[in-house]
């Protein structure tokens, strides 16, 4: 079956420009986990979604991050007026419901803005 | 503010060698679980604890969740090479709007030599 997919798999931007991250979630999952990290670092938490509702958006480092899920599957991480801090990896996790369940993780989308 | 701190941040052994990850906090977990990242990936699930002094064994991997619930350890014994990654630990909490909301440590890069 198919897993977390996330499009594209790189990014290369310019600073100011604005850039749009993709994530398909498994079929079925209703919970979907944006995270960033940085060249072989551990995974910073920005958002998570129950359905298509994201109860705790704390995470986002500022007001030029902003995330939406459609239909509870799909959801795009925008981020505007990037800035070279932004560079990272960006990675989606999706799984069934909340608690401890096991969170699939996608490949990621490496941005490097210039 | 690091809530999960993992050592060492890096490891490089040879081949037959056994080695031991940490990840400490001063912060109570309601489970914790351990990931293995290789590059270009997402991270995998190793395995979730949630009981306050368990141990699970996984081939040659042994994990440990303290009595309290404040930290964990992963063992290796008589690593090989397909065991290089990047090893991640992760705390979960239940309840609020942290529910499902994982608090990563900052890794563990594993280099195992022939």
């Known amino acids: 079956g198919a897993g977390v997919s996330q499009s594209p798999s790189n990014k290369v931007t310019e600073k100011g420009k604005d850039v749009e991250l993709r994530c398909d979630p498994i079929s079925g999952h209703t919970a979907l986990y944006w995270y960033r990290q940085s060249l072989g670092q551990g995974l910073e938490f920005l958002i998570y979604f129950q359905g298509n509702s994201a109860p705790d958006k704390s995470g986002l480092p500022s007001d030029r991050f902003s995330a939406e899920r459609t239909g509870g599957s799909v959801s795009t991480l925008t981020i505007q007026r990037t800035q070279q801090e932004d560079s990272a990896v960006y990675l989606c996790?999706?799984?069934?419901?909340?608690?401890?369940?096991?969170?699939?993780f996608g490949p990621g989308t490496r941005l490097t803005v210039l | 503010t690091q809530l999960l701190k993992q050592s060492p941040q890096f490891l490089s052994i040879q081949e037959g060698e056994n080695l031991t990850v940490y990840c400490n906090s001063s912060s109570v977990f309601s489970s914790l679980q351990w990931y293995r990242q290789e590059p270009g990936e997402g991270p995998v699930l190793l395995v979730t604890?949630?009981?306050?002094?368990e141990v699970k064994k996984l081939k040659r991997l042994t994990f440990q969740f303290g009595d309290a619930r404040k930290d964990s350890s992963l063992h290796i014994t008589a690593a090989q090479p397909g065991d290089t990654g990047l090893y991640l630990c992760a705390g979960a909490r239940a309840g609020g709007t942290s529910y499902g909301k994982l608090t990563f440590g900052q890794g563990t890069i594993l280099t195992v030599h022939p």
């Open positions: 604890v949630v009981t306050g002094g």
């Open positions: 996790a999706s799984s069934p419901g909340l608690a401890i369940d096991t969170q699939y």
